[in-house]
């Protein structure tokens, strides 16, 4: 089995936090550390290290400009130790708050301490899971920290006060030999805590879906994949038996690929019957399942493969796209953006959407609890809400002249040397744009436009060497003569023909190369996943109580953070 040896935190400055040795004789922090800054940025979760004795793997990962590295000098399970350091980074924040900070790890340095040990015992991973943790740890509560700021005794010892040095735990006395455990009795299950007991019964089920989609010059999608994650909150004495029962049209199994489970989920019954989810939750809020759907699906891969006609391209109902035309105008420099929104996505409930039936407890709040509203970004009446678009530059762009919205809402700004250009459409400016729609299926459109200005052209703007030749000549009896010929008339003409091609040609390295979209819809899901029910067992479940039914809700949230790509 692998061990881990070591486990290092630097705050934002690369300043030493913490040091914790569990096994072996690792290099030290201050030793790994700027052998993990030489490493050209961006620096991958995984760097091998020779030019230590011995030979050294060094894991790492950032969590709130917080940096976290193990180092280990034997072969391990790469993804067990960047699992571990994901986990520790979560365990301190469920303990000591979000965002993770450092003076919240300087501050309670106790707390910290017995986490590292209960995590990790002697280089072998123990338990991680948050609602076990606290069971054998205690956390840090208000009335102890005002206590010991005014200078009156406190739980937490004196050694392990806050200091300006980085903190080591291997010097310290193992906290698992501190007396008076928090929970004297476990609980039967690893993840739940022993004991639980809420006045409310709650029970909430929140899908998100974060979308990614790159499409051809020609509108055609590339690639469509959805990643989507169940994160559940059960705040239910006991301990209560749950079955969470999800579908789509096309079914579970033939939509969702790669899952991926919490601990508490039975796996037998996902394989028996796909889209069972039957479960004894952990308390409070945790992640129950994620997963990944292809939008496109296999039927759009033969498409790809037996035509090119873009008509022939699936459809994917998306709810804003955007399309980018470069190299415009008499010199090629101009371009414009052309943003358009989905008529489904208008927030008026005209017919329910595909995801929008099959849940059998819609209850108080129901399908829309926390939409903020139930005529407003429910699954009957999904809406857009904060439209954001970039428009990515190259390197050799110094300036954008005459950035306007030419049609439709939004702001966009440029400053010089930015390496984009940012559109931005807030919810009130997206509602307004899409009652603007006149129908017929096609959608509210807005468009950007905008003209690219190189080096060069800043120097002609600056004043740069200008050639002054002509070959007219006035005089001052107000009679002018050509000297040129038909013949000269027509060289003239091609030599500006050839110039304003060159310029085209120039310019074309200044265009933008695509274009995306950030924006979130609530009340929908580009899966069309859906909750269609959730029970609980009352026959297996204990310490719920007779006759209590907790409140349940459900909300569907899709994301799109620069996922929806169009290239040109």
Known sequence: MSAVEALYIFDEHNTPLLEHTYAGRPPSGSTVLPLYLAHPSPRPSLIYLPDTNPPTLLYSIIQDHLLFLSPCSKDTEPLQVLELLHRVADALEDFLGSPLLASKIEGHYDVVAQLLSEMVDGGIIACTEPNALRDVVEAPSFMKNLLGGVGLPSSTPSSLTPSATPFSLSSRPSPRLSPTPVSQSPSPVPWRRANVRHTSNELYVDIVETLHIISSPSGRPLSAISNGSIAF?????????????????????????????????????WKERPGDLSFVPPDGRFLLCGYEVDLLGPAALDSFSTSKN???????????????????????????????????????????????????????????????????????????????????????????????????????????????????????????????????????????????????????????????????????????????????????????????????????????????????????LASGIRVDSLAVDQKRSKGLGAGITPYKGVKYLCVSRKGVESRC
Request: with cysteine.
């Open 233 to 269: 909150t059960a705040k239910v004495s006991g301990i209560p038996d749950l079955l969470l029962q999800i579908g789509c049209s096309g079914g579970v199994l033939n939509t969702v690929s790669l899952p991926v489970f919490h601990p508490c989920v039975r796996l037998n019954r």
């Open 310 to 524: 873009a008509k022939s391209a699936p459809k994917l109902n998306v709810p804003a796209t955007v399309s980018i035309q470069t190299c415009l105008g008499s010199s090629g420099a101009d371009f414009e953006v052309r943003l358009q929104l989905n008529p489904r996505f208008s927030g008026k409930s005209s017919s329910p959407l595909p995801n929008s039936t099959g849940s059998s407890f819609s209850g108080r709040g129901g399908l829309g609890r926390g939409i903020g509203g139930a005529s407003q970004g429910t699954t009957a009446a999904p809406t857009i809400e904060e439209l954001v678009v970039h428009i990515p530059l190259p390197a050799s762009v110094k300036n954008v002249a005459d950035l306007r919205v030419a049609k439709g809402p939004g702001d966009a700004g440029y400053a010089p040397g930015d390496r984009s250009i940012v559109w931005q459409i807030n919810s009130r400016e997206v509602a307004t744009l899409m009652s603007t729609d006149r129908g017929g299926g096609i959608g509210a459109t807005a468009t950007l436009r905008g003209t690219v200005v190189g080096q060069a052209d800043d120097d002609a703007l600056d004043g740069g060497p200008v050639s002054l030749s002509s070959n007219t000549y006035d005089y001052d009896d107000g009679t002018s003569l050509s000297y040129q010929s038909p013949s000269d008339h027509a060289a003239q003409a091609t030599d500006t023909t050839a110039t304003n091609a060159k310029r085209i040609k120039q310019n074309k390295v200044l265009m933008p190369s695509c274009a995306t979209v950030s924006f979130s819809v609530k009340g929908w």
